[in-house]
């Protein structure tokens, strides 16, 4: 099926939708908002005006999550149900994403056995037994329960390491990996335009997944250079196995984040700021989260017939759900404006 005849339909609604992203100037509102309340009244003017409208106060935002929850797993089965030819099934592989996500923070919350976040209970891809694996006595039985799900096989093939150090991180790190996995492997049957695109798109994903990981095994773990290796996910786009091997051992962490970030861009653009403004592992991933959502624009800009349009749209929407997520809680703590706006990227 040429591109045209994929995307024609599919490309008209995704324009639709797009356009119905929050505005600059609702953002604005948002962030100004003196607390919970009023942040929803400005939603009341958005598509998300249905799953606010009996919100009053602080106390409701737990209802609030998981309702912006089930509206972005809406938003790609939507998309995905009026898709024609091998679209359907890259697009079940990035809501797949959304249920790797919520594995892992039922792992942490079972592993600290305290449900301190946010645990979507609804199925997404695949049958999840969320309360028996909350309520599971060990790493084992939570591999049996999980059946014939994907995640069986990455949990087993991690359960020595979780074992060995008694975190859940070596989980998260397996159920990451086969996910990549799965996604590449989904990407190599696209059609060559496609193929090249989501290459390109995923790729940068799995840079940036990867440069937030490696600050982290460098900043909170202490990870040598063989578990760097062994954690990283597959098909960066620039942040290979030997530019790793080459740059990560000896280096602090500001060498390190100078390192990775050259290595993703070759040459350090205009917008990234010099490392002694860069106060942080938070403006790391903010700007990082940033750059992305700029490839995703430009993605916009190009022949609308292809999967990139499509890739764009979701991401952007993913952004813009977690964005709400942010204003809200902090609405919540009565954080200034100032620091709600250095809390979320613009989409």
Not at 122 to 133: F, G, S, T, Y
Not at 163 to 172: A, D, I, K
Not at 212 to 237: E, H, S
Not at 332 to 340: C, G, K, M, Q, Y
Request: proline fraction near 5%; charge should be neutral; charged fraction near 30%.
């Amino acid at each position: 099926m040429s591109g045209l005849g994929t995307y024609a339909f599919l490309n008209a609604k995704v324009r639709g939708k797009l356009s119905k992203l929050i505005s600059p100037a609702q953002y604005k509102e948002l962030v100004r908002a003196p607390d919970v309340l009023s942040a929803c009244l400005v939603l009341r003017g958005t598509e998300y005006r249905d799953l606010i409208q009996d919100i009053v106060s602080a106390a409701d935002l737990p209802r609030i999550e998981a309702a912006l929850a089930e509206h972005l797993i809406a938003a790609h089965r939507e998309v995905r149900d009026v898709a024609k030819g091998h679209v359907p099934r890259f697009i079940e592989e990035l809501l797949r994403q959304y249920e790797v996500e919520n594995l892992k923070v039922l792992l942490r919350a079972w592993n600290a056995r305290e449900e301190k976040s946010f645990i979507y209970r609804e199925r997404i891809c695949n049958e999840i037994p969320v309360d028996a694996l909350l309520e599971a006595q060990s790493l084992e039985e939570i591999i049996v329960l999980l059946g014939e799900t994907p995640y069986r096989k990455p949990l087993t093939l991690a359960r020595e390491d979780y074992e060995r150090t008694g975190s859940p991180f070596p989980l998260e790190v397996a159920l990451d990996r086969e996910l990549y996995e799965a996604t590449w492997k989904v990407v190599g049957e696209l059609p060559a335009v496609d193929r090249k695109i989501a290459s390109r798109l995923l790729g940068i994903e799995a840079d940036l997944l990867n440069i937030t990981w490696m600050m982290r095994f460098k900043r909170y773990y202490g990870l040598g250079l063989a578990d760097v290796i062994k954690a990283m996910v597959p098909g960066g786009l620039r942040i290979k196995e030997e530019f790793v091997r080459e740059v990560y051992p000896g280096r602090d962490e500001a060498s390190l984040m100078t390192a990775l970030l050259t290595g993703v861009y070759g040459s350090r653009p205009p917008q990234v700021p010099a490392m002694k403004e860069v106060r942080g592992f938070e403006r790391l991933e903010e700007f990082l989260k940033k750059t992305y959502l700029q490839q995703l624009r430009q993605a916009l800009g190009g022949y609308p017939f292809t999967i990139g349009t499509v890739i764009a749209y979701l991401r952007l929407k993913k952004a813009e759900v977690s964005n709400l997520i942010t204003i809200l809680n902090a609405k919540a703590l009565s954080l200034p404006p100032e620091e709600v706006e250095t809390s979320i990227v613009r989409v």
